[in-house]
């Protein structure tokens, strides 16, 4: 995928893989739509799936499993200790990690459980390159803090950096000068940056934070959920690393860091989760946690058919067939868009399309949401659900005031190997409409609002009969369309 250049000249993404099982899809009319996202309360979390044409809500589970990782299900051997698929399960990430010691994991978020309960104390800070959601809850429930140190074009909306999702070495001795390096409890780098948009660390800025972290005695740990994006763009964008297999460069990554763990609800194509390591010290001191949190050390909270998918999706993952497949669907969605004038963050990143709703709908004041109200409009017109990560998703502070985020985005992922190319261009196809009538999208309020995770939950209204009128303006245009 990507080495193959057409006789056109056209650039597109050509799939490197065939279809063998499919499920059909729905895609309710106009007015249906209409319906179904005021049910909602306009809050795409709240949709039937039934409802949806196109989910990219997430990339997290949702992603399309290979002929081989199904046919490993079928040999999962089950049994709560000393299963043999835990053992298979080991063996490969052994050998692809070149790691010793795996502690698996229900999800994610368990390993952040798992590693701040050991390694985050009272008043100690965590240097990361950025948070994730979970990571940050984790780190804040154990009475540890963040320092959110990756360099300042990771957080322009509009760049042409490779590396957005590089940690600023400046920012990184300054806050391990500040706190004193006894008050550090480890370094976080996040490979494909999620909450930035998907953005790439290279190989080369590791190195750099491993020294630094050698000089000064610090663990270094990797979130290797989104590592597979991660590797296609080192293999992409960063020269010293051309000529290097995926597999060379993992073990590159994963020898520089202390401790290594993942969500193989991305990584692996599966569900589940793991930390991997070499230090037995370290090792010990995790591992009674997983008997107490998770489940006995051979299955912890996974099932073992997930294990085994998990297993092959790992080996997959080292192809780069097999992982360039997202990075350049979401590179062909967001250079058409761009090419078209809507705002999307660029460059391209691994995990999805983000629209930079500030810009696409700047007459809405973030106190109605444009982020929230641009996921409304664009599931009304297209049947195409995406996620708000903006105001929204924020909390309101302990006066009850707005936190107004950084960024308003809708996120528009691209669960790996699920989509067709005409599906993406339908998706743009109707953002380029939705932009040409971007006047008619207006704010959004809460009817009902709870206090913690509201953009679970929550149900909001329009303020004024917006959802109305664009629904009129699409019927002038397709009169006859879904
Ligand atoms: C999804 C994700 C997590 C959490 O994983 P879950 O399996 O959803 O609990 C942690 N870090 C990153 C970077 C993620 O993308």
């Not at 868009?337 to 660029?346: M, S």
């Not at 996921?375 to 302990?398: H, K, P, W």
């Not at 190319?421 to 971007?438: C, F, G, M, P, T």
Request: proline content about 3%.
């Amino acid at each position: 995928m990507g080495r193959i250049k057409f006789f056109s000249g056209e650039n597109i993404p050509l799939e490197m893989h065939k279809v063998r099982i499919v499920q059909k899809l729905n895609l309710p009319c106009i007015e249906d739509r209409l319906k179904f996202m005021q049910e909602a309360g306009n809050n795409t979390f709240l949709l039937n799936n039934r409802d949806v044409f196109m989910d990219m809500l997430t990339d997290s589970g949702v992603n399309a499993m290979s002929d081989n990782q199904q046919s490993a299900m079928l040999i999962a051997d089950d049994s709560y200790a000393g299963s043999e698929t835990f053992t298979r399960l080991e063996k490969t990430l052994e050998d692809i990690f070149q790691t010793k010691y795996f502690l698996p994991a229900h999800q994610g978020r368990a390993c952040e459980n798992i590693l701040a309960q050991v390694f985050v104390e009272k008043g100690t800070v965590v240097p990361m390159n950025y948070h994730f959601t979970t990571t940050m809850a984790h780190i804040v429930l154990n009475g540890g803090s963040i320092e959110e140190i990756v360099i300042d074009e990771g957080i322009k909306v509009t760049s042409k950096h490779p590396f957005k999702g590089n940690m600023d070495l400046y920012k990184l001795k300054a806050v391990i000068k500040s706190y004193g390096k006894e008050k550090v409890a480890f370094v976080r780098m996040e490979a494909g940056t999620n909450l930035i948009g998907g953005q790439p660390f290279s190989l080369q800025n590791l190195k750099d934070v491993k020294k630094i972290c050698e000089e000064n005695n610090l663990l270094l740990i990797l979130d290797a959920s989104l590592l597979s994006d991660n590797l296609h763009f080192i293999k992409q964008r960063e020269e010293a690393c051309k000529n290097m297999s995926i597999k060379e460069i993992t073990q590159e990554m994963i020898a520089l860091c202390d401790v290594t763990y993942f969500s193989a609800r991305k990584l692996g194509f599966s569900r589940g989760g793991g930390i991997c390591t070499n230090n037995k010290d370290l090792y010990m001191k995790m591992r009674e946690l997983v008997t107490l949190y998770e489940g006995f050390l051979t299955y912890g909270g996974m099932s073992v058919r997930e294990m085994e998918a998990l297993r092959i999706g790992l080996e997959e993952t080292m192809d780069e067939d097999i992982i360039s497949q997202g990075p350049l669907f979401i590179e062909y969605m967001v250079n058409e868009l761009d090419k078209k004038g809507v705002p999307v963050i660029t460059p391209a990143g691994g995990l999805g399309c983000h629209i930079n709703a500030m810009e696409f709908v700047k007459h809405l004041p973030q106190s109605q949401y444009p982020a929230g109200a641009l996921a409304s409009a664009l599931y009304i017109v297209s049947g195409v659900r995406g996620m708000e990560r903006g105001s929204l998703s924020e909390q309101r502070d302990a006066n009850g005031n707005e936190v107004f985020s950084n960024m308003e985005l809708l996120r528009l992922a691209m669960p790996r190997r699920v989509f067709t190319l005409s599906q993406v261009k339908y998706a743009i196809d109707r953002i380029e409409w939705l932009y040409k009538n971007r006047e008619l999208i207006g704010g959004l309020k809460f009817v009902e609002e709870p206090k913690t995770l509201r953009f679970f939950f929550g149900r909001l209204e329009a303020t004024t009969n917006w959802q109305d009128e664009l629904v009129k303006a699409f019927r002038k245009d397709f009169p006859d369309s879904l």
